[in-house]
């Protein structure tokens, strides 16, 4: 950013902040200050083969076979797709019933009980060394080891690590905004496997080609940010290409977008990726584990999850097996017997669930309880017409309008939505219907759109 | 005098200049002339301008055109009454041409007095709005919402919403447009011939008692009505019954008699007949919310 912009002008953007935005309670006091802890292996792990976007995982294991903790259990689909790995040593029951997924649908999943009596020790692992290993080799130790964005996209993270034909990846950024509130994961995650992440940084900038990392942290995580910085110094010295910023805390900071114009005044061009603009974004989750697994060889078997929410008497973050079924985390943090709403991922972004009765996929980064009397009653939530008062159009961190689009998609006037009104931009963050006065589902509205739109184009 | 002067001037001129531009009218007129069949005006009036697209057509006019070259025959139209089509016919001297009528036929029995409820959704009111939230509250992760984007689609207004949440199609009314088969945000329309009466009624793919766990009436995959149909014309594909219709003229109602469930139907005048063996649903009311 050139010098004469700074000042008065920085109150419109710059560097550090985007414009428009939310500030929504942040409730993470819940948990911010409570330490990793790892809960005990359930007796039956359920592990959904399509756990992350692109094709789904195929079975490699054969019912009836034992299997140890971290041995792969299936093979990628494809390139834009990840392997699964047992997340305890124990004996397939079965390779594809079908059990309910996050999203509602219900989907193939690998069934593997556990032996009671193991101790559960990761004993598959080769270790390697990542200097000699050439880009490409490291790129597949990375598929191989079924890293996914862990901020809650579950993207396999190597299709990213290297820029797309004809694009440059100079600047690597490690996302640790969790702008989310209740969110406290990655929080955690930069605070006790700081080196871990540093390490992933290297890795990644190597395949990259990145010349610089900035890791941006929300300005509500000082102690986070303090701490990178004393590891950078430890790992690199003190004028390192690897740097940590802090960012104002405001929703969505930790969109990509978002944060790559808060930290280096760039814009995506609409319809692009951070590529075009020679960046890359990683979650601060996946860069700890690509650290942590690769040069040890092993795969993708646990992530941290946080459980929070009125609906818990034990909140915290959680170290959990992937594929440990929801319920017996929510007993583990002692949840409530009848909840009123269940929530994957943050209560701005997330989804609720329609069953409990689901696993711990990578993708989850929290799971938050609210009772029934937390929910807000009908009159409250009463839809009643626009009354053009903008507010939503301030909000919009893409400076979009969705009241327009909102009343489109009432309409279903999709297609006017994606050519005059960029309805492909919108990624959904929830502000729009957050902030309106009038309580229109505006988020849910342009989700309809978008759907119906691409059922159009597919007939 | 001047003022007079000003008038008349100006009224020769302004006359001048309409009747030079009246001249360029005509010339560009005849120049620019494009011939249009009169026909295809008289048979587009014929038509019912509902550009419902049931003819494969974009539209109304873009059919008339096709039929005034014949490309297509006026019973294509399914949308139009068979006067009206006798009509076009009748005008552009051909012959009306036979048509199969098409319908718009429901993969889904699953009421809400059979198929279970695992949640309450409360949100935007729609099938797509509910199927983006965790699948709504259906137990059944294949079967129809019940929230009437189909209905509301619907140009016709053929498709209407019994009494327990599912769309019912009116066949008199259905000219097998295919609307709400888009608007099925679980791909549970399709439209098929009036002739096709052997139907399955489900789209669930689980297997046995899981599968009934969802729904009293979904299929189950015991493959009995495989086993009963002419060889090769039902085949089980994930869990689910699927009919080969190029063998359609093999099939007979005694298929469905020993289903279960009664997932598979046959469908006859607007009837729904149900095998012998099918457990009779007796309940009328809703499910409860299991939990």
Known sequence: MKKSQKGFLQMFGGKGRFRHGIHPEEHKELTEHKAIRRIPFYKEMVLPLSQHRGAPAKPIVVKGQDVVRGEPIAEAGGFVSAPLHAPVTGTVVAVDRLVPMPDGKKGPAIIIRTWPSSTQEILYSKTVDTDAMSDDELVQAVQNAGVVGLGGAAFPTHVKMKAPKGKNITTLIGNGCECEPFLTCDHRIMLEYAENMIKGIRLVMQTSGATKAIIGVEDNKMDAVHRIREAIATASGDNSDITCEAVATCYPQGAEKMLIKSLLDLEVPSGGIPADIGCAVFNVGTLAQIGELVPEGRGLVERIVTVSGPGVSNPGNYLVPVGTPLPYLLKHAGAIEDPGMVILGGPMMGAAVATTDIACTKGITGVLVFGQEELPSPEEQEEMPCINCRACVEACPMFLNPSMLGRLSQNDRYEEMASRFNLWDCFECGCCANVCPSNIPLTQLIRVAKGGHMQRNKD | ?291
């Open chain 2, 1 to 291: 005098m001047d003022a007079s002067l000003t008038i008349t001037s100006a009224t020769v001129f302004m006359a001048a200049l309409g009747g030079l531009l009246a001249v360029l009218l005509v010339l560009a007129n005849k120049r620019l002339y494009v011939y249009e069949d009169p026909r295809i005006e008289e048979v587009e009036n014929l038509l019912p301008s509902a550009n419902c697209g049931a003819c494969g057509q974009p539209g109304c006019k873009a059919f008339a055109e096709g039929l005034v070259e014949g490309k297509f025959s006026p019973s294509q139209c399914t949308a139009n009454s068979a006067d009206m089509n006798g009509l076009i016919a009748s005008t552009l001297g051909v012959g009306l041409g036979a048509q199969e009528k098409k319908l718009a036929r429901l993969a889904c029995a699953g009421g809400n007095h059979v198929a279970w409820q695992r949640a309450r959704y409360k949100g935007l009111d729609g099938c797509r709005a509910a199927d983006i939230v965790a699948g709504g509250g259906k137990g059944c992760s294949w079967g129809c919402l019940g929230m009437a984007d189909c209905s509301h689609a619907c140009t016709f207004d053929a498709i209407s919403m019994d009494d327990n949440g599912l769309p019912v199609v009116d066949e008199e009314k259905c000219t097998g447009c295919g609307d709400c088969v888009t608007a099925c945000p679980r791909g549970l329309f399709s439209i098929h011939p009036e002739n096709h009466k052997l139907w399955v009624a489900c789209k669930n793919l689980e297997h046995g008692e899981a599968a009934e766990a969802d729904c009293d009436v979904a299929c189950n995959a015991c493959t009995r009505c495989a086993a009963d149909a002419p060889a090769g014309v039902i085949a089980m594909t994930n869990n689910l019954a699927t009919i080969d219709y190029s063998k359609n003229d093999k099939l007979t109602r005694q298929v469905t008699d020993r289903c279960p469930t009664g997932a598979i139907v046959w469908l006859d005048k607007g009837k729904v007949h149900k095998g012998e063996a099918a457990r009779k649903v007796l309940r009328k009311d809703a499910l409860p919310v299991a939990r």
